[in-house]
């Protein structure tokens, strides 16, 4: 079954909204996670990595007030694209870094979120 | 930098066919190099990594080596099946750097029966 859950899978909304995107780790405490954006036909691109308990640390390019990025529980992460627009459109990946020694993958991810905004 | 170059697709085969994805990247130092395949309708999920020179990983009938001296890590299979039409990252791990992951674009494989 799944380890890491991310919900909504799909979500539409009109330009100007907020939107929040939760990530959960279901079989581990995750003290790291990473959040990815894809746009079609392009790479999985890192647009930060989240800490529990601290600041996000964003990538170059990404502007951290329009993505917040909250962590504030071992299984829990959440994204707000915040007043969104047509370009914030996007496919977006979470994944969570497992304790040393659980399991042989380095992260796990979740099944992703497609975001359009109208 | 870091970077990851994947091949373009989309592939199409017919059942029993070989299969190469080629991947070459670019990268500071000694990254591992992993393949994730994306089903349809499911999240990634890592196929095989190897994490130094050489080294070969295996998992499931494919198989990629790790060619510091090409760059390269090509995904193969010597016989696809309808079940593994999916979609197929190449990656690489940015060393010491807790997990920070480059992609490539993705390649779509669809084998018909």
């Known amino acids: 079954g799944a380890v890491v859950s991310q919900h909504p899978s799909r979500v539409i909304c009109k330009s100007g909204t907020s939107v929040k995107i939760e990530c959960r780790s279901l079989?581990?405490?995750?003290?790291?996670m990473f959040w990815y954006r894809q746009f079609p036909k392009q790479s999985l691109m890192l647009m930060a990595t989240?800490?529990?308990?601290?600041?996000?640390?964003?990538e170059q390019g990404v502007e951290k007030d329009k993505f917040l990025i909250n962590h504030a529980s071992l299984t829990l992460s959440t994204l707000t694209v915040t007043s969104a627009h047509p370009e914030d459109s996007s496919f977006y990946i979470c994944?969570?870094?497992?304790?040393?020694?659980?399991?042989?993958?380095?992260?796990?991810f979740g099944d992703g979120t497609r975001l359009s905004i109208l | 930098g870091n970077s990851v170059t994947q091949m373009e697709g989309p592939v199409t085969l017919s059942e029993e066919a070989f299969l190469t994805i080629n991947c070459t990247y670019t990268?500071?130092?000694?990254?591992?190099l992993f393949w994730y395949v994306q089903y349809p309708g499911e999240g990634l999920q890592l196929l095989l990594k190897?994490?130094?020179?050489?080294d070969k990983g295996s998992n499931k009938g494919f198989e990629a080596t790790y060619r510091k001296e090409t760059t390269s890590f090509h995904l193969e299979k010597g016989s696809v099946q309808v079940s593994d039409s999916a979609v197929y990252f190449c990656?690489?791990?940015?060393?010491?750097?807790?997990?920070?992951?480059?992609f490539g674009t993705g390649t779509s494989l669809t084998v018909i029966p």
């Open positions: 989240s800490n529990e308990g601290s600041k996000a640390t964003y």
């Open positions: 990656a690489l791990e940015k060393p010491n750097t807790g997990n920070q992951f480059y």
């Open positions: 990268a500071t130092g000694y990254p591992s």
């Open positions: 190897a994490t130094k020179a050489d």
């Open positions: 994944s969570a870094r497992p304790p040393l020694g659980w399991g042989n993958q380095p992260q796990h």
């Open positions: 079989d581990f405490q995750a003290t790291t």
